[in-house]
């Protein structure tokens, strides 16, 4: 048994509060990773505020980075000493994982969101009592997780020089964003894209969209500091979410869109955006929508030009070889991701959250230790 601390959540009526805890001993292939920065989420929020169904309490936390401290007897990946990054857990042998889309896989909830290890067996205790955690396979508010194979991907030496804390959130909002652009709808040089929401997603899919070489790269957002902040990374036209949009998109873009990409998941944006599309324009869809939502569309438009609704999760996201090419497209400077970032210490944990919500910081990251 290791000790450590983490961030307990207990739900929305009281702030996170960092504890002692301790780790079981690893299974074969699990890791042992000391964390040195973990971004917040607004999964995170949504698990505390009980929109998912995760068990609370619990150590929350899915965008750790950390040095490797301990491995098991069958891991191959990395090595005690390493610098790695962690994102979502799968299960490595249903449909999905075999072709390399873990994003879908099928046993999800069981390796992400079930508290526990897929075999049912607690990675956390608390004064000897079982504690939630295992979450995206890793709980990383904390001094120390346990992650597994599938869910580390070692940091290459080419980005020795770039600090965890700014690595650390990779593996979630910006692979999400990045992933639906380059990988999901792998969008083509010289088509018009708008994308709703200059979250996160948004902005790792703008500056994704500007790699692409999509042209025009439109933005909608409410807030103009995030509009600044989205030309300063790709978008060459910007559009506030309180002018009518539809026009304006029209006016920029009058055969269609190729690509109408919404982070925001509120129906009425869904459905203008599908009725912008161009002939074999692709919507892509990432919002977290109420789960009684349903969408309405015209049947005629959408088959008649071959047009396509795509859902997306996680970006089609292969870890192991696509958090490494993000990290390149960050190291050539065409992935600025570290623009997003605002930091905190562990301590300021509540406060980092609160600035998430408020919109003062768009993507809050904890420094935890020292490299
Ligand atoms: C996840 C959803 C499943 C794949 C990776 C990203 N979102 C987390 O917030
Ligand atoms: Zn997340």
Redesign the pocket.
């Known amino acids: 048994m290791i000790s450590a601390k983490a961030a307990i959540c207990r739900g929305n009526s009281q702030p996170f509060a960092i504890e002692d805890i301790t780790l079981d001993a690893l299974r074969p292939d699990e890791i042992r990773v000391r964390i040195v920065a973990c971004g917040i ?4 929020l949504a698990v505390r505020d009980a929109q998912l169904p995760v068990p609370l309490p619990i150590v929350l936390g ?1 965008e750790g980075a950390g040095i490797v401290e301990e491995v098991g007897s069958a891991v191959s990946i990395v090595r005690p000493g390493d610098r790695v990054v962690m ?2 857990n799968s299960c490595g042998h249903c449909p999905s994982c075999a072709v390399d889309a873990p ?1 879908y896989c099928y046993e ?1 909830f069981p390796h ?1 969101w079930s508290g526990v290890r897929a075999d049912g067996s607690a990675t956390l205790f608390q004064d000897g009592a079982p504690m939630n955690g295992n979450f ?1 396979g890793q709980s990383a508010f904390a001094t120390h997780a346990i992650a597994h194979q599938r869910n580390v991907v070692r940091v290459p030496d080419t980005m020795d020089s770039v600090p965890l804390d700014i690595l650390a959130p990779i ?3 910006l ?2 964003g990045a992933g639906a652009i380059l990988r999901a709808m792998k969008v083509r040089a010289g088509l018009p894209i708008a994308i709703w929401g200059a979250g996160t997603v948004g902005m790792a899919a703008i500056m994704a969209a500007k790699i692409a070489g999509a042209s025009p790269i439109i933005a909608i957002d409410i807030h103009d500091m995030r509009l600044d902040l989205a030309r300063e990374l790709g978008a060459t036209h910007v559009i506030n979410g309180r002018d009518d949009v539809v026009s304006r998109i029209r006016e920029l873009c009058p055969t269609g869109l190729g690509y109408a990409f919404d982070t925001t998941g509120v129906n009425k944006l869904i459905e203008q955006a599908v009725s912008l599309l161009a002939p074999m324009g692709i919507a892509g869809l990432v919002g977290a929508s109420d789960p009684a939502d349903t969408l309405t569309f015209n049947e005629s438009a959408l088959m008649g030009g071959g047009r396509r609704i795509m859902g997306i ?3 089609d ?1 292969d870890l192991q070889t696509f958090l490494p090419e993000l990290m390149d497209h960050y190291r050539a400077g065409r992935f600025p991701f570290d623009r997003l970032i605002g930091h905190f210490e562990f301590d300021e944990i509540n406060e980092a959250i609160i600035a998430s919500e408020n919109g003062t910081v768009v993507k809050p990251v904890l420094r935890i230790a020292e490299e």
């Open positions: 989420c607004h999964t995170d899915h994102s979502f994003t999800f992400n995206f593996g979630c909002g692979m999400t999760l996680g970006g996201s």
